[in-house]
């Protein structure tokens, strides 16, 4: 199958369909932008500092794993946030995780599996680099829904034996992205004992663990030493985009079995982008600190606790337990997002731009994505217009 092909019934982007749904119509009043899961709290104050002292290196080709310094950071931050202790041959530094979660399935994912065509599994609202990751690799993508029946997270269980039997990939967010809900112990054990029985690979997006009210999401890391499964049968993602307001550094990890990132490291060798010398000096150093975490995490606990206030007696409306969106209820998600744009000027993503259509209906479409990023009285105002415009 030629590229063409391959792509030719691939929906459009998220974004160009939200300008083309919303820009054609006036804002009814002054915008705000509650779309876009961009962190706009402040990052650590000693980045600039760090990046210039380390201007110089821009001369040099970056290492192509990551610094020793960088590994070493990163180890040190994994055996601190989840009690595990893995080497740096476990360790990639990313350009970003969507890099990582496309490209991982470019080294990891085999063109056959028991002869057939492999199988690659999503949840469905999902992350877009997933689908296209999976088509990339000419495997077949399949959409598992992530509803409030099963806690809005995938139940892959739940498939044909068929279908299992040439899964080479499952997707896994927790705390997942659109609706915050998170991975318990049982639900990660489950999925690797599902994992170990068919053979194939789980990818963790774990990008917004850092985000969380009040227990930390346990990490697909604990997991793998909690049951004692081969590491190689997991792949984590890791960012400080939101972790620590860096969205513009494209700076995260993948932490895996030393085969599946020596695979990694290889791919990456011929065809990826290294991060910049001074920006993986940077990357050092901000996953060294936590004290910026704990402070970002307040400021988004005191946002959870706006959210849950103003939109208290909603029916249908449920706090997330971590990342930084709101999952609203709606009756229709593009009707309700074109309403508050013309009455409101608030812009929010409708949830089918997020998800796609099953036989049993598109499990986003009656939903909105709203995204708590911006300073807490622009937050406070955006969700109050929205109630005001959409519940009352």
Known sequence: MTYPERFSNLPAYAWPRLRALLDVHEPGAEPINMTIGEPRHPFPAFVGEVLAG???EFARYPTNEGS??????????????????????????????????????????????????????????????YAIAALSVNAEPVLVPATAATGHLPDYASLPEDVLKRTTIAYICSPANPQGSVADRTYWADLIALAEKYDFKIFADECYSEIYRDTPPMGVLEAVADTGCDPERVVAFHSLSKRSNLPGLRAGFVASGPKNVAEMRQLRAYSGAPLPMPLQRVAERVWSDEAHVVENRALYRAKFDLADEIFAGVEGYSSPDAGFFLWLPVADGEQAALRLWQDTGVRVLPGAYLSRPDPAGDPGAGYIRVALVAPKEETQRGLTLIRDCLYT
């Open 54 to 56: 380390a201007v110089d």
């Open 68 to 129: 020793p310094e960088l590994l070493a950071a990163i180890c040190g931050w994994i055996s601190r946030r989840y009690a595990v202790d893995v080497t740096p041959d476990r360790i990639m530094a990313l350009n970003g995780t969507r890099e990582g979660l496309y490209n991982a399935a470019m080294a990891l994912s085999p063109e056959t599996k028991y002869g057939q065509k492999p199988v690659v599994l999503l949840p469905n609202p999902f992350y877009q680099v």
